[in-house]
């Protein structure tokens, strides 16, 4: 199984999930400035965070991907654009929020749970 990671949709620089225990907050920032927080009922962060991205739908351009390798290898995570900003903020598919230095460090990471 592998998760696809995409950028937010444009003019969103990034954005800030904190979920539980009785509901989500979103917080959206729009050129790196505060432009507010979304209180959602819990589950629904992701899915708005998943809504903001950039997806393309035969998800040959997403800018990075994770799978796991298998025993001995681990988390292996694919780049497919050069040059990426550590600090820039991708959407998994299933809605979870990391940044591009996140993602970097679940590289060999041991269990098939640890891709994301």
């Not at 550590?86 to 940044?99: D, R, V, Y």
Request: net charge negative; proline share 3%; with cysteine.
């Amino acid at each position: 199984m592998s998760t696809s990671y995409y950028f937010p949709i444009d003019g969103i620089s990034s954005m800030r999930l904190v979920e539980g225990p009785g509901h989500d907050r979103l917080t959206i920032f729009e050129h790196g400035a505060n432009a507010g927080e979304l209180v959602l009922s819990l589950g629904m962060g992701r899915v708005v965070a998943s809504a903001l991205a950039q997806k393309d739908f035969d998800d040959s351009s997403c800018p990075m991907r994770t799978h796991y390798g298998g025993k001995g290898v681990g988390c292996v995570v694919t780049e497919h654009q050069r040059g990426l900003d550590p600090n820039a903020c991708l959407i998994s598919e299933n809605g979870k929020i990391f940044t591009v230095a996140q993602i970097r460090e679940l590289s060999g990471a041991g269990k098939q749970g640890d891709c994301e």
